[in-house]
DNA sequence: CGTCGCATTGATACTTAAGCTCAACAACGG
DNA sequence: CCGTTGTTGAGCTTAAGTATCAATGCGACG
């Protein structure tokens, strides 16, 4: 047990190689529990190239491993996904913390919109963006 | 009746000077139908500075005569707003077009994920991507 | 009017983010 | 061992937006 071993086998599953520089990534991102830009991990990983850091990022988020979690001021971070699966982020404007959850009814209500402007639905995003409970309860209020 | 005399006004309204340039901006993304970049924006501008396409096109963003529209693949752009209020895009992968779309129960599922995670919700985005009807009725299917 | 002051403009340089190129390299199958 | 294919990485290129800063415009005031 390394590194994210669940990870590495659902790249190898799908018909990936496991390479070093790719191990080197998936166990970066592993050791990090913030949100990050591709600019941070390509510099904590000096020895693997940068479009090699680009390229398997790009993988990982084909893979549901990694998100790409778009920030309010129009900026983009990345995130281990927790779940793997379908689901929409809260992002803390204080601490830049990530949170995920996943509504049923959230994603009906966005089907339902689609339809009634008969819309063929392929996809679809939802941010919500705030103060997380911990920087509420810890600063002012 | 020039142009996007409503506009006009609110900029006028809100404490800023309605300059040639402003003016140049505003009758040029009254012209037009689909979701521009800035870059064709000003190409369409030649006597206006690329700056000032920037500057005005964020001004308006901030008095909601603009929104920014998060395509799919990261890219942005920019259209007109139709209603001048909060909503949403659905979004063409096939035509480009953006429609805008407003639901209050969409919002309120919204507010209440933020609530059940003891979030202090600031703001929100959801874009749907797709295909419009007119596409769809006209390509396969 | 004349003039002062502030908002605005625009040419240009700069920044940052992101993606592409292409030759070298590693793995694998036979 | 050799050819085929997937993978890598240094450096190049593009895109998007920002910073600079002198010149200009416009309005207020006396
Ligand atoms: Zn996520
Ligand atoms: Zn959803
Ligand atoms: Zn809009
Ligand atoms: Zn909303």
Known sequence: MSTAPDSADRLEVTGYRLTA?????LDAIAHTNRPFTIE??????????????????????????VCRVPLEDGGVRYERSRSGRHHHHLICS?????TEFNDPSLDASIEENATLAGFELDGHSAELYGRCASCRGGGAL
């Open 94 to 98: 204080e601490c830049g913390s990530v």
């Open 40 to 65: 941070e991990l390509s510099d904590r990983l000096p020895n693997i190239g940068r479009a090699t850091v680009f390229r398997t990022i790009k993988l990982l988020q084909e893979l549901e491993i």
């Open 21 to 25: 520089p790719r191990r080197a990534v």
